[in-house]
């Protein structure tokens, strides 16, 4: 091989070539796929709202409003069936997982009973707290039908009820400071 | 004949993960599931193709002085338009595979068969090697993954809802799913690797 002197200018100049070659190439195929991209992240979020809350006619996406929690803003968004309000989508998230940030999509009907929750995104070891997912374990459907004024959103260790997973109390525990995030936003400003 | 050696050394012989124990960080941190290693073994091979292709095409223009700048440049490239595409087309497998891909990268496995073999070796022979070297990567991972899984959650996943079995209700030892696990697991199966090495060469 080297078929090329390694001088300085060949250095530079090969060096230059080949980044601008490789950073053209990746802006044509960002353009390519940012398109495609947010779609699929839109349709994604729709889905996830869909999961949590009834049945609804609007476009919750486009009528998504901030409320500020404890230092930070989380995302509401309306579902309304013919503009009469039946639920109310809660982007969530918690730091306090086992490895890494868990974001939760919690539905709240308009009483404050909670109707369904569907996890977004986590790092939970797989095999045990990943057990926080609807398709790996039904253990998240405990909070279905839920009002969390009266129903203690902490582990039972914790002097909560919730029961925690087995061997996943750490998980368990972030889940639950996800769901009461949640639960606040809604309080301060859900039926808006 | 030259060139089947050339594809087939990959997955006993000169075995990315069993024999030349490279790339073994990525192998460990993503086994999981059999799917997960099928995933990101297909990820790599696509880039390690990719990435043979173009440094044996431009390995007589390159100063020796600069070359591994050049050949990271070029894979790091590859992977992140692997990574754009994935999550613009194929939304699902993204999300699976997601911290995995950027790791491509840094696996040694692609830059070494750049540095070791693209850069020496004519355009053809660099594809098959890196096609080779590729699914014997792909092999070992889901191999891997498949006994960690089995053994750990007592189940099989080639591909979620298509090919998913479960093989025996409740949890398995769980030590195979964690990190412990990984090393054990691929212990064994490095020693059953060199066995099969030695009875065929």
Same mark, same amino acid.
Request: net charge neutral.
């Given at each position: *091989?080297?078929?090329?002197?390694?001088?300085?200018?060949? *250095?530079?100049?090969?060096?230059?070539?080949v980044?601008l070659?490789?950073?053209?190439?990746?802006?044509? @195929?960002?353009?390519?796929?940012?398109?495609?991209? +947010?779609?699929?992240?839109?349709?994604?979020?729709n889905?996830?709202?869909?999961?949590?809350?009834?049945?609804?006619t609007?476009?919750?996406?486009?009528?998504?409003?901030q409320?500020?929690?404890?230092g930070?803003?989380?995302?509401?968004?309306? +579902?309304?069936?013919?503009?009469?309000?039946?639920g109310?989508?809660?982007?969530?998230?918690?730091?306090?997982?086992?490895?890494?940030?868990?974001r939760? *999509?919690?539905?709240?009907?308009?009483?404050?009973?909670?109707?369904? @929750?569907?996890?977004?995104e986590?790092?939970?070891?797989?095999?045990?707290?990943?057990? @926080?997912?609807?398709?790996?374990?039904?253990?998240?459907?405990q909070?279905?039908?839920?009002?969390?004024?009266?129903?203690?959103?902490?582990?039972?260790k914790?002097?909560?009820?919730?029961?925690? @997973?087995?061997? +996943?109390?750490i998980?368990?525990?972030?889940?639950?400071?996800?769901?009461?995030r949640?639960?606040?936003?809604?309080?301060?400003?859900?039926?808006? | 004949?030259?060139?089947?050696?050339?594809?087939?050394?990959?997955?006993?012989?000169?075995? #990315? %993960?069993?024999?030349?124990?490279?790339?073994?960080? #990525?192998?460990?941190?993503?086994?999981?599931?059999?799917?997960?290693?099928?995933?990101?073994?297909?990820?790599t091979?696509?880039?390690?193709?990719?990435?043979? &292709? %173009?440094?044996?095409i431009i390995?007589?223009?390159?100063?020796a002085?600069?070359?591994?700048?050049?050949?990271?440049?070029?894979?790091?490239?590859?992977v992140?338009?692997?990574e754009?595409?994935t999550?613009?087309?194929?939304?699902?497998?993204?999300?699976?595979?997601?911290?995995?891909? #950027?790791?491509? %990268? %840094?696996?040694?496995?692609?830059?070494?068969?750049?540095?070791?073999? !693209?850069?020496?070796n004519?355009?053809?022979?660099?594809i098959?090697?890196?096609?080779?070297?590729?699914?014997?990567?792909?092999?070992? &991972?889901?191999?891997?993954?498949?006994?960690?899984?089995?053994?750990?959650?007592?189940? &099989?996943?080639l591909?979620?809802?298509l090919l998913?079995?479960?093989?025996?209700?409740?949890?398995?030892?769980?030590?195979?799913?964690? !990190? #412990?696990?990984?090393?054990i697991?691929?212990?064994?199966?490095?020693?059953?690797?060199d066995?099969l090495?030695?009875?065929?060469?």
């Open positions: *091989m080297a078929s090329k002197e390694s001088t300085f200018t060949n *250095m530079v100049l090969t060096l230059f070539l980044t070659a490789a950073s053209a190439t990746l802006g044509f @195929i960002y353009e390519l796929t940012k398109e495609p991209i +947010a779609q699929a992240k839109l349709r994604k979020k889905a996830a709202i869909q999961k949590v809350v009834p049945r609804f609007n476009q919750p996406n486009n009528e998504s409003y409320v500020a929690v404890e930070d803003s989380l995302t509401l968004y309306p +579902a309304k069936q013919d503009g009469k309000l039946v109310v989508a809660v982007s969530t998230f918690t730091t306090k997982g086992y490895s890494g940030e868990i939760l *999509m919690v539905g709240f009907n308009p009483d404050g009973t909670i109707h369904n @929750i569907s996890v977004l986590h790092q939970e070891t797989p095999g045990l707290g990943d057990k @926080i997912e609807k398709s790996k374990s039904d253990w998240s459907r909070f279905n039908g839920q009002q969390p004024g009266d129903f203690q959103v902490k582990v039972q914790d002097g909560g009820d919730v029961d925690a @997973i087995t061997a +996943a109390t998980s368990s525990r972030a889940y639950c400071d996800a769901v009461r949640a639960y606040q936003a809604f309080q301060k400003g859900g039926l808006q | 004949m030259k060139q089947w050696q050339n594809f087939s050394k990959g997955f006993i012989k000169d075995n #990315p %993960v069993f024999a030349l124990f490279l790339g073994l960080c #990525p192998t460990l941190a993503v086994t999981t599931s059999a799917y997960n290693g099928l995933g990101m073994g297909l990820a091979t696509f880039v390690l193709v990719m990435s043979n &292709l %173009v440094v044996s390995k007589n223009l390159i100063p002085k600069v070359r591994i700048p050049t050949f990271i440049v070029v894979i790091a490239s590859f992140t338009m692997v754009m595409l999550e613009a087309f194929v939304p699902d497998l993204y999300e699976q595979l997601g911290i995995f891909i #950027p790791l491509i %990268v %840094v696996n040694c496995l692609v830059l070494g068969r750049s540095e070791a073999f !693209a850069s020496k004519d355009i053809v022979s660099s098959i090697d890196g096609l080779g070297m590729g699914l014997g990567f792909a092999m070992a &991972l889901t191999v891997l993954g498949a006994v960690r899984e089995i053994l750990g959650s007592g189940s &099989l996943t591909i979620p809802e998913e079995f479960t093989l025996y209700e409740g949890d398995g030892m769980l030590v195979f799913v964690l !990190a #412990p696990g990984a090393f697991a691929l212990g064994y199966l490095i020693m059953l690797a066995k090495k030695q009875k065929m060469y």
